[in-house]
């Protein structure tokens, strides 16, 4: 069995399988758990040692709500575009205003980075959800870059976009969030938010499981800010 079938499987002999793999294909198995949404193993092989991936492992750490440990990993690293958009996400996180997101929209521009740019806009946007409007003007740039540059939206920032749009009122909402839903992969935060905004609480619950996505991915839907790493039993009711 391929290492992508047995993450996406959940199989419980995944660590023999990556064992067995030559090591330029497990220089890249971090990533592709993350990708599958297994972050505990990605965080795990992302850590090793003949081929760190401190990027890798941060967004790793960070689908799991250890946003303390991903900020002390990001520390060191260069001040890139991905690097600041991760460190925002941690800041956010932890309960702070991320004003780090900042600084990674000029990095993304400056880069032309387009994945980074659409992660922070998305970003941007979470925060200011509790202004829906604004949201939607903040995240408009997203959809404007998906436009450029001919690729699909992303799926993580057509979610947000949905919540914005639901909180605004009428039936758009629901059409986006059924668009989201179809890029979106599973276990993702993506997916998980896409449910939400569909109001499809028991299904997001289960993919978040599944993926290991701490609470904190949905405490933006409450209208504020994340609490600090709070460990919530159940999503949000205003999805």
Not at 85 to 110: K, M, P
Not at 169 to 188: K, P
Not at 196 to 208: S, V
């Amino acid at each position: 069995m391929s290492l992508a079938a047995a993450l996406d499987a959940g199989r419980a002999d995944v660590h023999a399988i990556y064992a067995a793999l030559p090591k330029s294909e497990q220089a890249t198995a971090a990533s592709l758990a993350l990708a599958y949404g297994r972050p505990t193993l990605a965080a795990e092989w992302a850590g090793d040692p003949r081929h760190p991936q401190p990027q890798t492992a941060a967004a790793a750490l960070l689908r799991l709500g250890q946003a303390s440990a991903a900020q002390v990993m990001l520390d060191d690293l260069p001040d890139t575009a991905r690097t600041a958009v991760l460190r925002a996400r941690a800041r956010w996180q932890l309960g702070h205003r991320a004003d780090q997101v900042e600084v990674a929209l000029i990095l993304a521009r400056r880069e032309g980075d387009t994945p980074a740019l659409t992660a922070a806009v998305t970003l941007a946007g979470e925060q200011a959800l509790g202004a829906p409007y604004a949201a939607l003007r903040i995240l408009a740039e997203g959809l404007k870059v998906a436009e450029q540059t001919g690729q699909p939206a992303d799926a993580h920032l057509l979610a947000m976009v949905a919540h914005a749009q639901v909180r605004v009122g009428g039936t758009r909402g629901h059409r986006t969030a059924e668009r989201a839903l179809e890029r979106s992969v599973a276990r993702s935060p993506a997916r998980v938010l896409s449910l939400l905004a569909l109001n499809r609480d028991a299904d997001a619950l289960r993919e978040a499981r599944d993926g290991e996505l701490h609470p904190v991915w949905w405490e933006a839907l409450r209208g504020g800010r994340p609490a600090r790493i709070a460990h919530v039993s159940s999503p949000p009711d205003d999805g």
